[in-house]
């Protein structure tokens, strides 16, 4: 038996009906799922994630949310859950106490996973390209390289490639980690 066409969910309806804490993404309508990352993946996260919180407490201007964290790029069909995501106070995103964040972050950062490295650096920086997320740090935590994406004039330009550090022309710090 056919269910009619007004019954039928969208994508994004099924994506807000799985379980709080579930690691899944949808992009352009796509539902992704991964699993839990392993130990390294956590504690690099864990040292970033308190370097940018310090920072950011002291300067006052912003602040950083760990993952899990939806972020709406596009209220229907995109939503990705960065390891980081940094908040300027001048940014007219969307945080709800309750809810998640819709907008475009200022700045966020991705730890590789095991296999995560194509979707990482190329799904997800293409998404995060087209909607003009200032800043994208990809982070190896094997090798401890660190990518600095920045986007200028509508594309994203490696501004760094470093190993146990990382330089943000945005927030003009440099952490080592």
Known sequence: MQ????????????????PE???AEIIDSQIYMSPAPFMIHQRIL??????LFNYLEEMGHGEVVIAPMDVFFEEEKTSVQPDLVVLLDTNPAV???FGHIHGTPDL??????DGSQAYDLIL????????????YWVVDPFSKRAHVFQWIDGIFVLAGDRI???????????LKF
């Open 95 to 97: 945080r709800e106490n």
């Open 108 to 113: 966020l950062v991705e730890v590789l996973s």
């Open 124 to 135: 997800k920086k293409e998404l995060y390209e087209r909607f003009g997320v200032k800043e």
């Open 21 to 23: 804490g579930l690691r």
């Open 46 to 51: 864990n040292k970033i994630n308190n370097k």
């Open 164 to 174: 146990g550090h990382i330089y943000s022309p945005l927030l003009k710090i440099d």
């Open 3 to 18: 269910r009619r066409e007004e019954e039928l969910m969208t994508t994004m309806e099924l994506y807000k009906m799985l």
